[in-house]
Each structure stands twice: as structure tokens, then as C-alpha cells.
């Protein structure tokens, strides 16, 4: 059974600060996202990659930078945290396009910016 | 642009009753569309897929690519299936969601 997870499953960080949030998962898989999740509008994509070391910008990346330096890991940072980054945040790994495989979570990063 | 509306934000049925949850999408080419569950305390999991046509817990649904919609349906709603319910649609290696329905089954 794969399995995504997140490192934290709640964190308070300070406004300003630099945050990590990361992911690990242990199928192998080549595509790995990061989502946000807020209540009203659903998941949106902050950034994904295919491959280590390739990135890709989703929706809404401001804010936010990321790192993939080996493929099971997904590393997602907040430059410098704001309170309106306040939010869940959701990983997910798939093997291939999504065409042919469907996305696998983690349980979630609960982030509250103080 | 991609973009994937689930107008209610909630749904509240009685259990027996049928359940509907509306999805319509836009999408250029030919949709790939997915429905996700998030019940309380649990990860985000795929419910259904268009392309497999198959019944998942009781839930169907069918694209209808005339009026641009995956509406999900079960006949006869059951408690267990109280949770936050996800339409995606597929675009290319990512996912585009809606806002979410939750669907509460009363007794």
C-alpha cells in the first residue's frame, strides 16, 4: 500500500519565519504535489514536480518555494511565513500522468501563522 | 481554462434518500474526471474514476460531456457516507479540484 507522509501533522510557526513542511513517500513514484486546502475553495496547487530536481509552478506559488533533491522527497517552504498561509496543507504522489494512476495523499499539515 | 464548479457547499439528506453531488467542469480537450472522499479524520482517497464506469460503495457516476458534467449519485444514502466529497478533473500530471460538497446523511 503506498504511503505518503508528512512529517508534521500540526505546526504554529511566527509571522516571518522560514517554514519547511515535508513529505516522504515510498512507492517510487515520479510526480509528487503539494496542495493547500481551505474551506470554500477546495484544493488548489501550490507547486508540483516530475522528476528530482524538476519543479513546476501550480495555481498559486507565491509565497512558496519547493525542493525535490532525491525522489522520494517533496519539500515545500514558506520563505516567509504569513498569516494569510494559515491553512492545511495536503501532499500527494502518483506514479505517472493522472491519466493512468490516481493521486495519493498524506494526512495533512495543519500550519496556523501566529 | 480548466476549472471544476461543485455548487453546494453542503448537502443534507436523510438516510434512504437519494444523494446527488454536482460537478460540472470546463476543459478544452477530452476530460479525465475523478471523484475524491475525505471522511473525518482520514486522508483525501479516490472514490471513482470516469474512465473505469464502476460502482464504488454504491456510487455511481457518468460523464456527460453535452452539459459538461460527473455528477455523483447513490440511490439510498447511508450514515458512513457523511464526508467532504471532491470533484477533479485531470490535466495532463495534475489535478484540477472544486470547492468540495460535504454531505451530511442524517438518521
Known amino acids: 500500500d503506498v504511503k505518503v507522509t508528512q512529517s508534521s501533522r500540526y505546526l504554529v510557526k511566527r509571522t516571518g519565519e522560514k517554514v519547511f513542511l515535508e513529505c516522504v513517500q515510498d512507492m517510487d513514484h515520479e510526480n509528487m504535489f503539494w496542495y493547500r486546502q481551505d474551506p470554500g475553495l477546495g484544493l488548489r496547487l501550490i507547486y508540483f514536480?516530475?522528476?528530482?530536481?524538476?519543479?513546476e509552478k501550480g495555481d498559486i506559488p507565491e509565497g512558496y518555494s519547493v525542493s525535490r533533491e532525491k525522489k522520494e522527497r517533496f519539500s515545500l517552504i514558506l520563505e516567509s511565513a504569513s498569516t494569510n498561509q494559515t491553512s492545511m496543507y495536503l501532499c500527494?504522489?502518483?506514479?505517472?500522468?493522472?491519466?493512468?494512476?490516481?493521486?495519493?495523499f498524506g494526512n495533512g499539515t495543519r500550519l496556523t501563522v501566529t | 481554462a480548466q476549472r471544476v464548479t461543485q455548487p453546494e457547499k453542503l448537502l443534507s439528506v436523510f438516510k434512504g434518500a437519494p444523494v446527488e453531488l454536482k460537478c460540472n467542469y470546463s476543459?478544452?480537450?477530452?476530460?479525465?474526471l475523478f471523484w475524491y472522499v475525505q471522511y473525518s479524520r482520514q486522508r483525501l482517497q479516490l472514490l471513482l474514476r470516469h474512465i473505469s464506469r464502476e460502482s464504488i460503495k454504491g456510487f455511481t457516476a457518468d460523464l456527460n460531456k453535452g452539459e459538461t458534467s460527473f455528477h455523483l449519485k447513490k440511490p439510498f444514502a447511508q450514515e458512513e457516507d457523511s464526508a467532504m466529497y471532491y470533484c477533479a478533473l485531470g490535466d495532463g500530471n495534475k489535478l484540477v479540484f472544486g470547492a468540495g460538497t460535504i454531505l451530511r446523511v442524517k438518521s
Open positions: 514536480s516530475y522528476d528530482v530536481k524538476m519543479k
Open positions: 476543459y478544452s480537450g477530452s476530460p479525465e
Open positions: 500527494a504522489s502518483s506514479p505517472q500522468t493522472v491519466r493512468n494512476s490516481p493521486l495519493h
